[in-house]
T-cell receptor
């Protein structure tokens, strides 16, 4: 079985400051890793994912995450945030045996609050 | 190209009633999964349908059941509603024909309130 822990429930940050949202996971098997974003009253949108290869993955809007197998972490970072980044962020895993479209296990979420 | 569409967007039911939620997957997708997201929580996997059969199931009671139709659309049924069933129900679609780099797409969800 897998589990995901997002270490911060809320992260307040000023506009143009850097931010890190922390995610640790637990699994007895190899996993795929995902970050999803949820804007108010909307569904989930995939931000980025790690399936294999380079441990550093990037999104088109400036976010990046690094897979650290030894620390079982997949922290999300952005060097300079915008007001529009205010949202709920979810870290998720799925076991490789299920394929990358299988059952997702989500963390509790981190609310990113960007202040002007 | 329409994405994942869900209906209804909001509904209110009374304890003990039954509810049916509907989902149309993204064009070209053949797999549908359902998730429950309680307020302030992360989504929890309910079950997944492929080829009109339940392929995987999460830790949910038998009151939660589903169906997938030949056109890949899906329904989630919940019987004997409890107050604790109040949540956002998310539908996710994906394709088994493109395994590498495939993406799961989520709908905007159906808000269920049980009173």
């Amino acid at each position: 079985a897998q589990s995901v822990t997002q270490l911060d429930s809320q992260v307040p940050v000023f506009e143009e400051a850097p931010v890190e949202l922390r995610c640790n996971y637990s699994s007895s098997v190899s996993v795929y890793l995902f970050w999803y974003v949820q804007y108010p009253n909307q569904g989930l949108q995939l931000l980025l994912k790690y399936l294999s290869g380079s441990t550093l993955v990037e999104s088109i809007n400036g976010f990046e995450a690094e897979f650290n197998k030894s620390q079982t972490s997949f922290h999300l970072r952005k060097p300079s945030v915008h007001i529009s980044d205010t949202a709920e962020y979810f870290c998720a895993v799925s076991d490789i045996g299920s394929g990358n479209t299988g059952k997702l296990i989500f963390g509790q979420g981190t609310t990113l609050q960007v202040k002007p | 190209d329409a994405g994942v569409t869900q209906s209804p967007t909001h509904l209110i039911k009374t304890r003990g009633q039954q509810v049916t939620l509907r989902c149309s997957p993204k064009s070209g997708h053949d797999t549908v999964s359902w998730y429950q997201q309680a307020l302030g929580q992360g989504p929890q996997f309910i079950f997944q349908y492929y080829e009109e059969e339940e392929r995987q199931r999460g830790n949910f009671p038998d009151r939660f059941s589903g169906h997938q139709f030949p056109n890949y659309s899906s329904e989630l049924n919940v019987n004997a509603l409890l107050l604790g069933d109040s949540a956002l129900y998310l539908c996710a679609s994906s394709s088994t024909t493109v395994r590498s780099g495939n993406t799961i797409y989520f709908g905007e969800g159906s808000w269920l309130t049980v009173v």
